[in-house]
């Protein structure tokens, strides 16, 4: 315990932690259930208890800016003035922080005109001459200025990493300095974009630390500019008044008038009325269980359960943190066995096979499951108990180890259960060991639970277990070229790092599924994204075969395009320059040419050359088409046509991309490595790409099975409009019938401009456009964009209906759902900011229906695969991209796997509104799409 006759003062920097807790947790952050961001007060209730309890401080305080202007602000009114507004979720909490300070009898100082950077150093260095230690709580490095034998910077630690004390020593030895008030000429020199202090063009951190090392100051700099060389000296020179200007500013004052004595800082019991009063409000469940006992309750909430594990999760997050009780497997009972005869490895196999379901990981190499080799497997099936299987170094040996288990991956019974299983289940699936069975994972299941959240075994393992497993790094080491692999590891080790993993997923596979019950995410767990894994890890393996000789021939003419779209650039612009330079670009067009009198410019002050932006002036002059297709030329000669042939797999002679399920928030899926879904098809250069994909030979065709206008049909499913499902049961084109709606005419004097502007609005609305954004998109008057807009909604006022009543289901609780259940958190829904209110209601209308198109094809793809299967066809699933499924067909099969797959792909999902299916045959992917 700390001696009661040392005095030990605690200054904190009150809106620098604020801002540093809240953007700790801006990745996940923490709401309560009335949807009250509580982040940074979270993050200043973890540091005042862990101040108050590691540090047992004497005295403390907390300080305070005011908006009243500063003598910076006066002097220079550039000064801070670039910072954006405080974001709404952080500002609305600032009270509530005061609050907390109040319950906490910590008193918070503020005096109108100056800085907490000054008030704090006026205290720290009055402090010392009463004979305190001041230790100044801030991550601010500016603070660095104000050491003493008796000072000290407190800096908060990040990630669960411990907390930092900055001496004089620290600072001398960092910054090679003299004494440390010599930072504030550091300071001076490089400026503080920050703050917005100009510091002298084109000098860094290194150049100013190196110049005040050699000089002393900057006035002996400017004194002895004669010394310095070249560019350095003109900088110098002409920043001499900037210099002189920020280290004014960048000077923390010591002479800051006030009243405050010192003694009425002494630290004093929380106020627990007030403390529980507010730790209830904000649902502050687990700070309450410490501060009051295991009495203490916010009241029964559906979020209660969630939110106990999320706050002992986000303590992790955050700095000052000193988990609670935390597990290891140094200090939790395991019973961990290793696995290394044949007699062993059957006995294990007899035990699986006795069980309902198991719990299995891979130990590799690497990475990439196709290449890398196996070096193990782990099992687990009960708790704090897991098994380790070493493989042998031979190939052909190891093939032997895995022949054994054949039985129990085979084994349609038992439910496997993993943590990212598509990469074990891949990993099998090269090695010839096909995995079947019900399938549960841990990554998917909290993936669907929290989409916003981190999903990886280390952190999962905290947040529901309060564990921290082995990590990685102390195996092989920190992530670089020196980072050892997994086969140099020793088999003691490596055994008890792999039963961990095991053992770790066993346990929170039973935990997580009850909270995807409770947070009504199971279906899409249990029907779409875990049953999709084996889909997936089959598509991945098929792969699909690649013309690479036709894409060479297309690089070629690509190159001799690109080549002529230079030559016409160049003499538009009446002279050479670099197309590819954004700057260059906008001086020719906005400058020599002068396209526009009023160009768009660019945050840094460039002109626009964004592709919206030209095709804005496409019409203006010639030279902008040409650099729209030189640069579309580019990017498919660069990106696509002379990338895909080194993509190919050299051992099976096919591209073989990877899925992955969590990409999107919609649940869309993404490919890569490398990624299809993103191959341009609207224009004819794009199409050549199509044509490049191929079938395996000559006894199949490539298949395309593509949803038609899935989205307007799961709108008009969704907000059951009359007219809608009108327009799709009589088979009319929905584009021709809202045409006809809008413009209030016969079906028979549609005409093809109208359609088109009908098309415009009908997938508009889906995206809730506006009668600005209409006007834009078709190049028309306000009025009329404003008038379809009106139509459409007077027409089909079923959609009008489900928008409002989406809206609003979305402002009571956070969220927006699909069909199957997936949700879409929407933080901004209630934001006061209107800017981010409407973003996040166009995200509520659109969600679910892109969510439910995404799982109608997930669920297609389930059915279709095991359709196939079942009729034991030669016909594979290659691909998937947006609402298309591409296959090889064998041409033996092709009267039968067309229907079959149209048919998988029309009831994969039942609505009452008539789903379409267009399917197309071809020599390649061009062809048959």
Not at 396 to 419: C, D, M, Y
Not at 565 to 583: C, V
Not at 834 to 861: C, F, V, Y
Request: charged letters at 25%; aromatic letters at 8%.
């Amino acid at each position: 315990m700390t001696d009661p006759l040392i005095k030990r003062l605690f200054l904190l920097d009150g809106m620098a932690l604020i801002y540093r807790a809240h953007f700790a947790m801006v990745r996940s952050p923490r709401y309560t259930s009335a949807s009250v961001c509580t982040s940074a007060v979270f993050g200043m209730t973890n540091a005042i208890l862990d101040i108050l309890k590691r540090e047992e401080p004497s005295h403390i305080a907390a300080v305070f800016d005011t908006s009243a202007p500063t003598h910076r602000h006066i002097e220079y009114p550039a000064y801070k003035a670039q910072r954006d507004a405080m974001p709404e979720d952080l500002s609305s909490q600032i009270p509530l922080v005061f609050r907390l300070f109040e319950a906490f009898n910590i008193p918070v100082i503020t005096i109108d005109g100056y800085e907490a950077d000054d008030i704090i150093g006026t205290l720290a260095h009055e402090a010392e001459q009463q004979h305190f230690t001041t230790y100044m709580v801030t991550p601010d490095k500016d603070f660095q200025q104000l050491l003493t034998d008796n000072i000290y910077i407190y800096r908060p630690g990040r990630q669960g990493n411990t907390h930092e004390v900055v001496g004089v020593a620290d600072v001398l030895e960092k910054w090679g300095l003299e004494n440390v008030r010599q930072f504030i000429d550091i300071l001076g020199l490089m400026g503080d974009a920050s703050d917005n202090i100009p510091g002298i063009k084109g000098i860094g951190e290194k150049t100013a630390q190196k110049l005040i090392a050699d000089f002393g100051s900057i006035e002996n700099l400017l004194q002895s500019t004669g010394k310095l060389k070249g560019k350095q000296r003109e900088r110098v020179e002409q920043g001499a008044d900037d210099a002189i200007l920020s280290k004014r500013l960048a000077t923390i004052l010591l002479d800051v008038p006030h009243t405050i004595d010192l003694d009425s800082l002494k630290a004093k019991d929380f106020d627990k009325e007030r403390l529980s009063q507010l730790f209830m409000e904000l649902e502050f469940e687990t700070f309450g269980k410490r501060m009051f006992g295991k009495s203490f309750s916010v009241g029964a909430t559906k979020a209660k359960v969630v939110r106990e594990k999320r706050e002992a999760e986000i303590q992790q997050q955050l700095f000052f943190d000193e988990p609670v009780e935390e597990k290891t497997i140094h200090n939790s009972p395991h019973t961990y066995h290793t696995i290394t005869t044949a007699n062993e490895r059957s006995a294990l196999v007899e035990k699986l096979l006795a069980q309902k379901r198991i719990c299995f990981d891979t130990e590799t190499t690497g990475l990439n499951p196709r290449e890398v080799e196996p070096l193990g497997l782990s099992f687990s099936f009960a708790d704090n108990e897991a098994y380790y299987v070493v493989f042998p170094t031979s190939p052909e040996e190891t093939k032997t180890v895995l022949e054994q288990f054949r039985p129990v991956f085979e084994n349609e019974a038992i439910e496997k259960v993993g943590h990212n299983l598509k990469y074990d289940i891949t990993l099998l699936k090269w090695q010839g060991i096909e995995v079947r069975g019900a399938l549960f994972d841990t990554m998917l299941a909290h993936s669907m639970k929290e989409p916003e959240m981190r999903h990886g075994l280390d952190y999962l393992a905290k947040l529901y277990l309060g564990y921290t497993p082995i990590p990685t790094s102390d195996l092989i080491g920190p992530k670089g070229p020196e980072q050892k692999n997994m086969r140099d590891v020793p088999l003691e080790q490596l055994a008890q790092y792999a039963c961990e993993d095991a053992d770790v997923t066993w346990r929170i596979n039973d935990v997580i599924r009850a909270d995807i019950e409770n947070r009504g995410v199971s279906q899409v767990c249990y029907e779409v994204e875990c049953p999709l894994i084996p889909v997936l890890v089959d598509m991945e393996f098929e792969g699909i075969r690649l013309d690479v000789d036709s894409l060479a021939v297309y690089s070629k003419h690509l190159e001799g395009e690109i080549a002529d779209l230079t030559a016409r650039i160049h003499s538009a612009a009446g002279r050479e320059f670099n197309i590819d330079s954004p700057k260059q670009l906008g001086v020719v067009l906005y400058e020599d040419l002068q396209i526009d009198d009023k160009p768009k410019k660019t945050a840094t002050g460039q002109y626009s050359t964004r592709e919206s932006e030209l095709l804005r002036l496409s019409g203006r002059h010639e030279i902008v088409q040409d650099i729209l297709d030189y640069r579309s030329a580019v990017k498919l000669k660069n990106t696509y046509v002379d990338q895909l042939p080194a993509a190919v797999n050299p051992q099976t002679g096919r591209l073989h991309t990877h899925y992955s399920q969590t990409w999107t928030a919609t649940g869309r899926m993404q490919s890569n490595d490398p990624n299809l879904q993103t191959i341009p098809i609207r224009k004819a250069r794009g199409k050549e790409i199509r044509a490049a994909f191929v079938p395996r030979d000559d006894d199949y065709l490539i298949l395309s099975a593509d949803y038609s206008q899935i989205e307007l049909r799961i709108m008009a499913e969704l907000s059951q409009d009359a007219g809608m499902i009108e327009a799709f049961t009589s088979g009319e084109d929905i584009h021709t019938v809202t045409a006809s709606k809008v413009y209030k005419v016969d079906l028979a004097d549609v005409t093809r401009e109208m359609r088109d502007k009908a098309k415009t609005v009908n997938f508009g609305i889906l995206y809730g456009i506006s009668a600005f954004g209409l006007q834009q998109r078709l190049n028309i008057p306000r009025g009329e964009a404003s008038a379809l807009i009106d139509n459409y909604f007077e027409k089909y006022p079923g959609v009008q209906t489900y928008i409002d009543a989406t809206i609003a289901f979305a402002k009571e609780h956070g969220y927006v759902v699909t069909k199957t259940g997936r949700r879409r958190y929407l933080r901004d829904i209630t934001s006061r900011n209107h800017s981010a209110r409407t973003a996040s209601e166009r995200l509520a209308m659109n969600s679910p229906i892109q969510g439910t198109a995404a799982d109608m094809l997930k669920l297609a793809m389930i059915k279709v695969h095991a359709a196939l299967k079942a009729a034991d066809m030669k016909t594979k699933m290659l691909l998937t991209v947006h609402d298309e499924i591409v296959f090889d067909l064998h041409k033996s099969e092709q009267e039968s796997a067309v229907p079959l797959i149209e048919e998988a792909m029309r009831t994969a999902f039942p609505m009452s509104v008539p789903i379409v299916v267009e399917t197309g045959v071809g020599k390649n992917w061009l062809e048959a799409h």
